[in-house]
């Protein structure tokens, strides 16, 4: 139930880091590290200084946000409280359930912000009124 999830409800993920002399690579596979079937792929890049993005929650999907390059700050808000993630290491996902209003900022220069999404693309899924996701948060 989306409308009862809270800022305790997502976590960082850690993935497996192949450490070697002439780069690292990382590998998120589904059924393992990734609690959810990956069905879409996005990524947020070219964002100028200064910049927001999100602002609006999703009613059933789950999400995972990686700092591919750079770092952002992801600020997650359930209605009632709020935690902020700042995001850097490629190794690392953010892990964020539906029900929970997300707010992007702080990019650094080249920064890329690539998202693993539960579920296609899909407008109906957003909350995009803060007053609208209270009602249903029921606060
Ligand atoms: P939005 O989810 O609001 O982006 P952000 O959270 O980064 O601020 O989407 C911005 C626009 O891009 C919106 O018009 C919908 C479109 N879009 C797609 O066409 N496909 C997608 O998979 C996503 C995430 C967005």
């Known amino acids: 139930m989306s409308s009862t999830t809270t800022i305790f409800d997502c976590k960082l993920l850690d993935f497996p880091k192949n450490h070697q002399?002439?780069?690292?690579?990382?590998?998120?596979?589904?059924?393992?590290?990734?609690?959810?079937?990956?069905?879409?792929?996005?990524?947020?890049?070219?964002?100028?200084?200064?910049?927001?993005r999100g602002g609006h929650a999703?009613?059933?999907?789950?999400?995972?946000?990686?700092?591919?390059?750079?770092?952002?700050?992801?600020?997650?808000?359930?209605g009632n409280n709020k935690q902020s993630f700042h995001l850097f290491q490629p190794y690392q996902g953010l892990l964020i359930p539906p029900g929970l209003w997300r707010d992007l900022d702080t990019f650094s220069s080249g920064s890329i912000c690539m998202v693993l999404a539960s579920e296609l693309y899909d407008e109906a899924d957003y909350f995009r009124d803060y007053e609208e996701f209270l009602k249903y948060?029921?606060?």
């Open 21 to 52: 002399l002439n780069g690292n690579l990382t590998s998120i596979t589904n059924g393992k590290e990734v609690p959810f079937d990956i069905k879409r792929i996005y990524y947020l890049y070219d964002v100028p200084g200064g910049n927001s």
């Open 137 to 139: 948060k029921l606060l």
């Open 58 to 78: 999703h009613k059933d999907l789950d999400q995972i946000m990686v700092a591919l390059s750079g770092s952002f700050t992801v600020t997650i808000d359930d």
